[in-house]
């Protein structure tokens, strides 16, 4: 296919038709039901052995990335001596990483053999993986150790780091993580970590999960994390850069402005105020003016839409409740005990590094305090106060300089639901017609752009579907979330074996249920997280047990 562009490229009406028909004919495609035609990886040691949590496309398609739990990034390519399996994607070359958490995201940096990393431990990490990408005769998986590939390490972030998003530059990306930074990393620019790192882009005062930008509109990106709204920054605001030209003192680090927020009128059935979150953006690639982002339910924005203006509300007039106060108190305790006890656990092979956890909790006191809570904690969520009741979404304390007018929706998606784990959302389509998310039922779900009728649903995963990335020419989508594999899905002859859009109405109701019985303190991830953390202290073989949530 590459071969082909490049003879029709040197023919600009050719290749202008031949866009044209290879956009009718993946329309089409998409039109078409699919089904599952392909699963990469096994429960006998093929492939991933932990939750596949990152998918990337790269060389235009030639190779799928998939990173996970087990640290490691798998490199798949068409096997072209299989004519009989569809789309026979085999696992190429692993890439040890060294990371000490779960792998979130994956990349490739375009025009280069630079593969970039984020984790849980808070690292970003980067790898010259030339020898990995060359088409190789050996029929074995080719297995690269860290000290072989890994050219760089940045520490820049404090907490863990979720997501890349690359420009049309093999040496600049950016990333974002739960600190609330984005940071802008450049590989021709070396830097001793924590004594010359550079200041953000952004720094928000809350947990942020999500980054997205478009090539056609590189100035602009989204972000979206533990608040009710998603945040449109725009680049092209230098303020801070041209005082410092000019020699004037700069006392802010605002790189960039946030312009928009896009936001929701009221709260879904069953969301309780202070707990709104936003677990995916993404910015289509096809015209880099509409913007999805998954909450309660998927939403669709249009950066050309008028914004409302903010109105700072009042303090409630009513004193703060002090035993929902309390027990918000000894959960963000727990989050940053669990946070010291995973670390120190990573990290005890390196005596070097022993010295950053003094504050390590022991097991009996993180016990206590988890079997404290979680007896507390019923009665402090229903001890709301009364301005619980208000339709829309919670005022949360912003800084001036992020109170910027809010986009409504255009358009609502429902039926997935988002409740358990951090999914992404993305746009599927030559034309980015169709918007996918995954749900927590195992199922991915496609709808309509232009109706938000529900296009399909598919079973993609034996727990939760959490991401879900299209082939950039074919009618391809690779699924992943809990389970250690990766199913490729496109259109297929014959009975289709894993479309549940027959039962849609069943599972819609069954998600619907789910989201209004949602848990807002999820004690279930906190004890596995200290289980885990303990036994691997211990020294016991934790490789049977269920993967982490992202």
């Known amino acids: 296919m590459n071969i082909l562009r490049r003879t029709l490229s040197k023919s600009p009406n050719l290749y202008k038709y031949s866009l044209r028909y290879e956009r009718m004919a993946l329309r089409g495609a998409y039109a078409e039901t699919l089904d599952r035609v392909n699963v990469l990886g096994n429960d006998e040691g093929y492939g991933h052995t932990g939750c596949v949590n990152a998918l990337s496309w790269a060389r235009d398609g030639e190779i799928l990335l998939s990173g996970g739990d087990d640290t490691t990034v798998r490199l798949w390519r068409i096997d072209p001596t299989d004519t009989e399996t569809p789309y026979p994607y085999k696992c190429d070359a692993v890439i040890n990483t060294g990371h000490q958490g779960n792998i979130f995201n994956a990349y490739l940096l375009p025009s280069s053999s630079h593969l970039a990393t984020v984790s849980g431990d808070g690292q970003v990490r980067v790898f010259d993986i030339e020898q990995a990408l060359a088409v190789s005769s050996v029929a074995r998986v080719r297995e690269f150790k860290t000290s072989q590939t890994c050219i760089r390490k940045y520490r820049c972030h404090r907490r863990r780091t979720k997501r890349i998003v690359t420009e049309e530059s093999s040496d600049v990306f950016l990333t974002v993580a739960e600190d609330g930074a984005v940071r802008q990393h450049d590989l021709r620019e070396p830097h001793r970590c924590r004594a010359e790192c550079p200041a953000p882009l952004a720094k928000l005062p809350f947990d942020l999960s999500s980054l997205s930008l478009s090539p056609l509109v590189p100035y602009y990106f989204t972000v979206a994390g533990e608040s009710p709204y998603g945040f449109l920054f725009d680049r092209r605001q230098s303020g801070r850069i041209l005082q410092e030209e000019w020699g004037v003192p700069c006392t802010t680090d605002d790189y960039v402005t946030c312009v928009r927020r896009l936001g929701r009128k009221e709260r879904a059935r069953g969301e309780k105020k202070g707990f709104e979150h936003v677990t995916g953006t993404r910015m289509s690639q096809f015209n880099g003016h509409e913007v999805t982002y998954s909450s309660d ?37 727990v989050a940053e005990m669990v946070t010291n006890l995973e670390d120190a656990s990573s990290s005890s092979s390196s005596a070097a590094v022993d010295q950053e956890h003094e504050n390590v909790p022991t097991s009996d006191e993180l016990g206590d305090l988890l079997r404290h809570l979680a007896a507390r904690s019923r009665d402090a969520v229903e001890e709301e106060d009364d301005t619980s009741d208000d339709e829309g979404p919670s005022d949360v304390q912003l800084p001036k300089k992020f109170q910027s007018p809010i986009v409504l929706p255009q358009r609502r998606f429902a039926g997935a639901c988002n409740v358990e784990t951090i999914k992404d959302v993305n746009f599927v389509g030559s034309e980015d017609e169709y918007v996918a998310s995954g749900s927590d039922d195992g199922n ?16 993609g995963d034996g727990s939760v579907v959490n991401v879900i990335e299209s082939h950039p020419r074919l009618p391809v989508l690779a699924v992943s979330g809990i389970d250690t594999t990766v199913k490729l899905f496109a259109p297929s002859r014959g009975e289709n074996k894993f479309s549940r859009f027959g039962d849609a109405a069943k599972v819609i109701e069954a998600n619907a249920r789910r989201g209004r019985n949602r848990q807002y303190f999820s004690f279930a991830s906190m004890i596995q997280h200290y289980q885990a953390a303990v036994r691997a202290n211990a020294g016991e073989d934790g490789a049977d047990e269920q993967c982490t949530f992202q």
């Open 297 to 333: 339910a998927v939403y669709l924005y249009s950066m050309h839409d008028e914004a409302h203006e903010y109105i700072e509300t009042k303090p409630a007039p009513l004193p703060p409740n002090s035993r929902k106060r309390k027990a918000s108190s000894n959960l963000d305790d």
């Open 444 to 459: 991915f779900f496609l709808w309509e752009k232009s109706t938000g009728h529900v296009h399909g649903i598919y079973e």
